[in-house]
């Protein structure tokens, strides 16, 4: 059994199966989630899973250095790229907030530890029974969503974060009978 929330689809399977929950330690592939969940704000997930290919492209396999220099040029591109979400304020956000990013690489010495931090360094395991029991936000995702707004990042507020928190495992929210609960739970 799965989470009910990825119903048929083979890309939401995909997802569920392969990495929603596995917790992440790669800064990359954290950048990568922060830009994807934000141009999210508003849209399904399922959206931008189909345009993840074309961010990838786009935002140079989400290298924060080189999106950090993104200039106007480059934001007038991306707002023609029919691959992505064209919408400028998300992506004016992702390039501020890559910036924003190496400011917390350099004074943690990666994102990966300063995110971690939210959660005392491991994965809090939910046991819920059903999808409907899922909270939007907690107060890890709150407080998460606080520090980052003092820092000067964009388009990522609590409940956005916890879709972070979610997708890179810093939280198991699989429910109690898919098979992934126990498998995410284990990985470490």
């Not at 989470?3 to 917790?23: M, R």
């Not at 935002?59 to 999106?67: H, N, R, S």
């Not at 790229?81 to 943690?108: H, L, T």
């Not at 005392?120 to 407080?143: C, V």
């Amino acid at each position: 059994m799965r989470c009910g929330w990825c119903g048929d689809n083979p890309l939401y399977i995909k997802y569920h199966d392969e990495e929603w929950g596995v917790p992440v330690y790669d800064d990359r592939v954290h950048f990568e989630f922060l830009v994807l969940e934000s141009a999210q704000a508003g849209l399904s997930w399922l959206t931008v899973l189909k345009k993840r290919e074309s961010y990838r492209k786009a935002y140079k396999d989400f290298d924060p250095e080189i999106v950090a220099a993104f200039d106007q040029n480059k934001i007038e591109e991306l707002m023609q790229n029919k691959g992505i979400i064209r919408n400028r304020k998300k992506i004016e956000a992702s390039v501020n907030n890559a910036k924003i990013f190496m400011d917390i690489q350099r004074e943690f010495g990666s994102f990966s530890n300063y995110i971690w931090a939210f959660v005392g360094g491991k994965q809090i395991i939910s046991s819920y029974k059903g999808i409907e029991e899922l909270p939007a936000k907690t107060t890890e995702s709150e407080a998460l969503a606080k520090d980052m707004k003092k820092r000067g990042f964009k388009f990522l507020g609590p409940v956005i974060l916890y879709s972070h928190m979610q997708a890179t495992g810093l939280v198991n929210d699989h429910i109690v009978s898919c098979f992934r609960y126990k498998e995410v739970s284990e990985f470490k």
